[in-house]
């Protein structure tokens, strides 16, 4: 697989669906906002919620283009996700910051009404490839 040619089909696309898998191996699609930075696609989202403790869970995934309501655009490719302790969160900040504009900002606003739910803001990194388990 040529993994550049597969990350830049992701580049210009406004959501992605993110597939996640239960413990049952059940798929559980959400579509979410994603940027790439230095060859990484990187979701953002609370660590309490179900993609964040099932991705901690098996790193399992699958990313597919598509609209705001996760109706694919392109095949899903399948990938390894795990949460970004090392990277900078000012620079992936910025970076979603860049690319969505007022609404990125809109929902950081709200985002304090909401901690108690979602938890705290967690960036999780992926790769191309398959997961084991």
Do not use: C
């Amino acid at each position: 697989m040529d993994v550049s040619a597969t990350i830049e089909q992701f580049v210009g696309e406004r959501y992605v669906r993110l597939t996640t898998f239960r413990r049952s191996g059940d798929p559980v699609h959400t579509a979410v906002w994603h940027v790439v930075v230095d060859g990484v696609l990187y979701v953002h989202t609370g660590d309490q919620t179900g993609k964040a403790k099932r991705l901690r869970a098996n790193g399992r995934a699958e990313i597919a283009p598509s609209d705001a309501r996760g109706r694919t655009t392109g095949g899903p490719v399948p990938m390894v996700g795990a949460a970004v302790n090392g990277e900078d969160p000012k620079r992936l900040e910025s970076a979603f910051r860049d690319k969505y504009g007022w609404q990125y900002r809109a929902v950081g606003a709200t985002s304090g009404l909401r901690k108690r739910k979602i938890g705290e803001p967690t960036y999780f990194g992926f790769h191309f490839g398959e997961a084991n388990g």
